[in-house]
């Protein structure tokens, strides 16, 4: 905001975020300031970028754009596209045509140039390949375990039981011990393990034999996500 009101002392500027748009008297609200054209310069999060008609936005900027693709989260080309492709559909609603800007640090990655030739076609062709090359969905099936727990030690002598009775296959593999992207969270450690199957297999037989064959403390929760969304 601080930026916004220098380079634009006159303009009148909102910053759109879910601690002040909390509620939809609120987001009623926000609308009603925009579409009366009381707000210049909307400086938004996420939430801005879905179901929002904005007939006199004509200019979009999304700083950081390929912030999302960074972390090894297995779907974040899909989340970043579908994000920035909300976001630019912002732009241009009404008559007048509109212009997206965004700034990246890797212009060459799938989903920017894709974006910025506005073929969806080839993005997603392109994401489909690099999935069947590495079996992940919808050509795979994968399992997320999470063992959590206060007491970090604990936490570790359980991951490391589990990584001793990991089962061996060809039709899958199992990655792991490693610390969760989200390493801590709400005072609890966490360690992650990630299988990674062929669509044949049954892998909550896989997940039930490997756990009945393991030993752990009380003081860890063992956490079972199977075709997990998230990878935090």
Excluded at 50 to 63: I, S
Excluded at 118 to 147: H, N, Q
Aim: hydrophobic residues 40%; contains cysteine.
């Amino acid at each position: 905001m601080e930026e916004v009101q220098l380079l634009f002392p006159h303009a009148r500027a909102l910053i759109a975020a879910s601690d002040n748009i909390n509620s939809p008297k609120s987001a009623t609200r926000l609308v009603k300031q925009i579409e009366s054209r009381q707000i210049d310069i909307i400086i938004g999060t996420q939430i801005i970028a879905k179901g929002y008609h904005f007939p006199m936005l004509t200019l979009v900027g999304a700083v950081d754009a390929d912030l999302g693709l960074e972390g090894g989260d297995l779907r974040a080309s899909e989340r970043t596209y579908q994000l920035l492709y909300q976001v630019a559909g912002r732009a241009g609603r009404g008559q007048k045509p509109g212009k997206v800007c965004l700034q990246t640090y890797n212009k060459t990655h799938p989903v920017l140039g894709a974006l910025s030739k506005g073929d969806r076609d080839s993005f997603v062709k392109t994401e489909l390949s690099a999935r069947k090359k590495l079996s992940m969905p919808p050509y795979g099936r994968l399992v997320a375990l999470i063992i959590s727990g206060e007491d970090e030690n604990a936490v570790d002598t359980g991951a490391a039981s589990l990584n001793r009775t990991v089962p061996n296959s060809t039709d899958f593999q199992i990655l792991g011990p490693a610390p969760a992207p989200i390493s801590m969270i709400r005072g609890r450690h966490r360690r992650r393990f990630l299988l990674i199957a062929m669509q044949n297999v049954s892998v909550q037989k896989v997940i039930s034999s490997w756990l009945e064959n393991t030993q752990w403390s009380n003081k860890i929760r063992v956490t079972i996500d199977v075709d997990p969304y998230s990878f935090m």
